[in-house]
C-alpha cells in the first residue's frame, strides 16, 4: 500500500535560518508531488507542485523553494527564514486517477522565532 | 485559477444533522471532494463526487452537487463529538487541487 513520511513534525527555527523540510512517497512510483502551507485558521495554500523528477512549478512568489532530487522524494527549502513562513506545512501525492484526490502527509509546525 | 469559497464556521449539538457548505466558481471542474482535518494532524479525504452525479450518499455521509448553482453540501447524519474538526471542500481542474478555506465543526455535547 502506499504511504507518505513527512518530517520533522515540529521545528522552532530563528528567523535568517535556512529549512529543509523532506517529503517521501512509499508504494508507488512516478506521483504528482504537492507542498502546501496553512496559515493558522486559514485554509490551505498550494505551494509548489511536481509531475516529475527536476519538474517544479511554483504558484506563489516566495521566500521558498522546492526540489524533487528522486522520483518519491519532495524537499521544501529555504535559505532564510523569515517570520511569516510560520505556518503548517503539508506534502501531498497524487495518481493521474483524479477521483482519488489527494492524499496527505502527517505535516510540519513550522514556528520562526 | 479557481475560487472556493466556505463559511468558517459551525456549530450543532451531538445527534443532530450538519450541513456544510461549499462554493466554486469554475464549471468545468470534474471532481469535487471533502477533507477532514483533525487538530495538528494532515487532510483525509472523506468522499468525492464526479461532476456528472447530484448526490452520493456514504453511511453518515451525503454529498450534494448543483452544477448549476456551483454549490457542494457535506451534510453528516447524527453528528458526534469524534466529527469536530476542520472540514475542507476542494476542487480539481486542470490538473490542481483548489482548496476551500476549511469550515472549523464544533459539536456540543
Known amino acids: 500500500s502506499q504511504t507518505i513520511h513527512q518530517w520533522p513534525a515540529t521545528l522552532v527555527q530563528p528567523v535568517g535560518s535556512p529549512l529543509s523540510l523532506e517529503c517521501t512517497v512509499e508504494?508507488?512510483?512516478?506521483?504528482?508531488l504537492y507542498w502546501y502551507r496553512q496559515a493558522a485558521g486559514r485554509g490551505l495554500q498550494l505551494l509548489f507542485y511536481s509531475v516529475g523528477i527536476g519538474q517544479i512549478s511554483s504558484e506563489v512568489p516566495q521566500n521558498l523553494s522546492a526540489s524533487r532530487p528522486q522520483d518519491r522524494q519532495f524537499i521544501l527549502s529555504s535559505k532564510k527564514l523569515l517570520l511569516s513562513d510560520s505556518g503548517f506545512y503539508l506534502c501531498?501525492?497524487?495518481?493521474?486517477?483524479?477521483?482519488?484526490?489527494?492524499?496527505f502527509g502527517s505535516g510540519t509546525r513550522l514556528t520562526v522565532v | 485559477g479557481e475560487d472556493v469559497e466556505q463559511s468558517l464556521f459551525l456549530s450543532v449539538r451531538e445527534g443532530d444533522s450538519s450541513v456544510i457548505n461549499c462554493t466554486y466558481t469554475?464549471?468545468?471542474?470534474?471532481?469535487l471532494y471533502w477533507y477532514k482535518q483533525e487538530p495538528g494532524a494532515g487532510l483525509q479525504l472523506l468522499t468525492y463526487i464526479f461532476s456528472n452525479m447530484d448526490m452520493k450518499q456514504d453511511q453518515r455521509l451525503t454529498v450534494l452537487l448543483n452544477k448549476k448553482d456551483k454549490h457542494l453540501s457535506l451534510r453528516i447524519a447524527d453528528t458526534q463529538t469524534g466529527d469536530s474538526a476542520i472540514y475542507f471542500c476542494?476542487?480539481?481542474?486542470?490538473?490542481?487541487?483548489?482548496f476551500g478555506s476549511g469550515t472549523k465543526l464544533n459539536v456540543k455535547p
Open positions: 476542494a476542487v480539481y481542474n486542470f490538473n490542481k487541487f483548489y
Open positions: 501531498a501525492w497524487s495518481v493521474t486517477r483524479r477521483q482519488e484526490g489527494y492524499t
Open positions: 469554475d464549471s468545468s471542474s470534474t471532481y
Open positions: 508504494g508507488t512510483s512516478n506521483p504528482n
